[in-house]
């Protein structure tokens, strides 16, 4: 029975509030592999994007939409059709994943238990700034491994905060951690090419601007941006007509994250898309 | 010291007297279960009393606040390590309160040399249905009292903690005839609200074997809801997401005890 989990550390102090640290005191977590990177004697190979998926999210009037196929790729296979990369953080925060799934979901649980663990011992919820520094710092944590050609991800993070201006905020990150807040709308993954195109006609010339849309434009957007993607992506799904399959969509607005249910999705789908 | 077994054991007596004493004017806290939560109630002036240790657990705690800080972090330490490593499900109170802490608050409390924590610390772990609810009180010396069935009384659905084993007596007699684990919220407020009013006017009345009446309890009652703020948490039974514990304003809360 493994009891050192249990142990109790009486010189600690959780002062810091920083989970991850925590987790590596513990010997829980692997440290950060940046500076000891390998001597690899490979070639170094040519620049490989893995992030085989579509992940998008944009403003729309009722807060952030983040939508996502269900696709997992290996190579080209398709390893799993109803996979989950729109995952919450906590009560208002959302991040997206593309990239390397062993990874991106590893970072989201750390990155979760750690706002969590901040809200408990230092008795505040982390601010917005605290929360995007959070995931860029795992991001860069991870460099290593993505400089070794596995274990890349490209994440999107949206949150919403009544007290901040503006209140909803969206940010997209690249593979070493740098973050850029995104003003309309943002898309990871190797569908993004596309669905940036349609978000961004749709912005600038589409019937209304994104973020003048209401909830069920912005559902059948989203549906259409994904299926676009899938057309010429084989990594991504898009909307699996026979499988009866929809892509993840979540928004967030200041009543909290509310998961769009498949029947809803299917309806607006019935209508507006098929 | 450790070799004359007397002078241990005197030792021992002095300092459980010493921490008594330091422990005695502490504001009471009580946790009822109800129908659809735990609810935790106290009143103060100062500083926070009541934390979130987990998704379903919470605590309260009087005594030295560099000593409740110490054992507040390792509670929520060792529950998140637990819920990292394993999962949520597998973070128990139980486990939490009977491996971690009571040992080490036992032992810390027995080596004379070194020093003591000066806590005592109520938890609440909300269950599926409220006879699924534990509910704590951790001593100072590691004993633990918990509110399901022992040889002498059967399961409660509530534990209170104070400065005195009277005042705590006294709560616990009241709450037993006035409080029904499948009540309302506002029931529970209420229930709560007269149960710390009861504590609190032992801890200054001393020696009286008799609960206060109706009218006493609500008198005492009003004149120091004038002076302090109500904190209070609930631990929903029902919620749809997985973390549960829910602070409550000062002001949210008089609005239920208005009338």
């Known amino acids: 029975m493994d009891r050192p989990q249990l142990g109790f550390d009486q010189d600690f102090s959780g002062a810091a509030g920083d989970f991850p640290s925590l987790l590596r005191r513990k010997g829980l977590l692997d440290s950060a592999v940046a500076g000891q990177m390998p001597q690899n004697t490979m070639q170094p190979k040519a620049w490989q994007p893995t992030e ?14 983040v939508a996502g196929d269900r696709r997992a790729t290996a190579g080209n296979t398709v390893v799993y059709d109803r996979a989950d990369k729109v995952l919450e953080i906590d009560r208002h925060s959302i991040m997206a994943i593309a990239g390397v799934p062993a990874t991106a979901w590893e970072m989201a649980r750390v990155l979760e238990h750690s706002l969590q663990y901040f809200r408990r011992t230092q008795l505040q919820e982390m601010s917005i700034d605290g929360k995007v520094r959070a995931l860029s710092k795992l991001l860069r944590d991870n460099f290593g491994f993505v400089m070794q050609g596995v274990g890349v991800v490209v994440p999107i993070f949206a949150t919403y905060d009544g007290n901040s201006k503006p209140e909803a905020r969206l940010y997209f990150y690249d593979a070493m951690g740098a973050q850029f807040e995104a003003t309309d709308y943002a898309a990871t993954g190797s569908g993004s090419p596309a669905v940036r195109g349609i978000l961004y006609y749709e912005h ?36 699996d007509r026979s499988g009866k399959i929809f892509p993840v969509i979540k928004i967030v607005s200041r009543a909290g994250i509310n998961t769009l249910p498949d029947s809803k999705i299917a309806a607006v789908f019935k209508e507006m898309v098929a | 010291m450790i070799e004359e077994p007397y002078r241990w054991v005197e030792a ?38 009541l934390f979130e240790i987990y998704d379903r657990i919470a605590m309260g705690a009087i005594g030295h606040p560099g000593d409740i800080e110490r054992l507040r972090m390792a509670a929520i330490e060792l529950a998140s ?62 004993e633990i009292a918990s509110n399901s069935a022992t040889y002498a009384r059967a399961r409660q659905d509530f534990a209170v903690l104070s400065g005195t084993q009277q005042s705590v007596e006294m709560m616990e007699a009241f709450l037993k005839t006035e409080h029904k684990p499948d009540c309302s919220f506002e029931a529970a407020v209420k229930a709560a609200l007269n149960a710390w009013s009861i504590g609190h006017m032992l801890l200054q009345a001393g020696d009286t074997k008799e609960l206060p009446g109706h009218d006493a309890i609500t008198q005492h009652c009003r004149e120091q809801l004038a002076v302090a703020a109500i904190e209070a948490a609930v631990l929903d039974r029902n919620g749809t997401t997985t973390i549960r514990y829910r602070s409550l304003s000062d002001k949210e809360l008089r609005s239920f005890i208005s009338d």
């Open chain 1, 52 to 65: 085989a998926t579509t992940i998008l999210a944009f403003k729309f009037s009722g807060g952030v939409l």
């Open chain 2, 81 to 142: 390590t637990e819920g990292f490593t394993r999962s949520a499900a597998d973070v128990s109170l139980r486990r939490l309160a009977h491996y971690s802490l009571s040992p080490v608050m036992k032992s810390a409390f027995e080596q004379v040399y070194g020093p003591p924590y000066l806590a005592r610390m109520l938890f609440a772990e909300v269950g599926a249905r409220p006879e699924d609810d534990l509910i704590l009180r951790v001593e100072y010396d590691g």
């Open chain 1, 204 to 239: 600038n010339w589409g019937a209304k601007p994104l973020h003048k849309l209401k909830e069920d434009e912005a559902v059948s957007l989203a549906l259409r941006a994904l299926d676009t993607a899938a057309e010429s992506d084989t990594a991504t799904a898009g909307v």
């Open chain 2, 12 to 49: 021992i007596a002095n300092r459980r007297e010493y921490i008594e004493g330091q422990l005695a004017p502490g504001s009471p806290i009580a946790a009822l279960g109800f129908r659809d939560g735990v609810l935790f109630l106290t009143l103060g002036q100062t500083r926070q009393k």
